[in-house]
Structure formats: C-alpha cells, structure tokens
C-alpha cells in the first residue's frame, strides 16, 4: 500500500522526532522475518525503551537530515528497519544481539553512537555497555574503595593486638 503526501510527511517527522532524541541507531537487513518474528522484536523493543520501525529508505533519508545519524544515509539501501535507543545507548545493541542469536537472518549492517558511524562488528561493544544504573554503581564502587582499604589497614593493628594478647593468655594459663 503507498502512502500519500499527508502519510509520508507524517511517517518522516515521526522518525525525525525519534531520531532527535536517541541516543544510538542501528540499521539491520531483515529480509526473511516473517511477521511473527517482527512482531516479536518490537514487543520486546517496547520493554526496553527501544524504537523499531521499518521505513522506506527515501523517507528514513529525509527524516535523518539535521540529526546525529544523517551518517547512515549512504547505507540505506534494500530493506532495512532502524533501531532507535532512547535513553540507554546499549539498550537497542542487546535487543537486536539477542534476537540475531535466534534468528539470523536479522544481519547487523552498521550503528551509529554519538554521531558516529561504526561497523557492524562494533554491535557486541555497544551490547556490552553497562547501563546508567550499571554505570552508577561501578562508580560508587570506586569511589568507596579507597575508603574501604582505608578502614582495613587502620583496624589491622588493633586486631593483630589482640591476637598476640589471645595468644599470651592462652600460652600463661595451664593446660
């Protein structure tokens, strides 16, 4: 089914907007998916935070103009759909690494991070990219570290004290 003007300029503002306020992209081949699958994909994109939409690649072009991933319109070509990470860069790279796993003819064809045009090998880093509360964590962690090492040597003498006096007391009252 074609869309008229209306449609088109409605489905480019559209991708436009989601485009604006993600954090990454990733173009993948999906040919061979059958509806199931695709449906599959987007239930579990809607749990992530991730955006996925099949776009014809004239539109998706006009949609990227002026934003970070205006770098993947040389790559739109053949039936691709694009994966859009709102809030959690690695969010749409998990999604689409663990759906390839079972299903793959989804082939990765390139992703964008920060205005940045990676290849599609670079789809497992960005998999593995801790999230924001991950992130938070492993910072606090540092953070306390020196703390905690602090605390450790200041009681390590206390408690050697008093295993030499548990010592002296057992070596001076009878057996």
Do not use: H, W
């Amino acid at each position: 089914m074609s869309l008229n003007f209306t449609q088109k300029q409605a489905v480019v503002s559209e991708v436009n907007e989601i485009a604006v306020n993600a954090q990454a992209a990733i173009a993948a081949e999906y040919n061979g998916l059958t509806v199931e699958q695709m449906t599959e994909l987007r239930s579990k994109a809607r749990g992530d935070g991730v955006t996925v939409r099949v776009v014809k690649n004239t539109l998706a072009k006009r949609a990227l103009e002026g934003t970070t991933f205006e770098c993947l319109n040389d790559l739109l070509s053949g039936p691709l759909l694009l994966v859009f990470s709102g809030d959690d860069p690695g969010a749409g790279a998990r999604l689409v690494q663990a759906f390839a796993k079972e299903n793959e003819k989804l082939v990765t064809r390139a992703l964008v991070v920060s205005g940045v045009l990676r290849p599609a090998e670079d789809l497992d880093l960005l998999a593995k990219m801790p999230t924001l509360d991950g992130a938070r964590s492993m910072f606090l962690s540092v953070l306390q570290s020196p703390q905690t090492n602090l605390v450790r040597v200041l009681a390590a003498p206390s408690g050697q004290f008093v295993c030499v006096l548990s010592a002296y007391v057992s070596k001076q009252s009878p057996a």
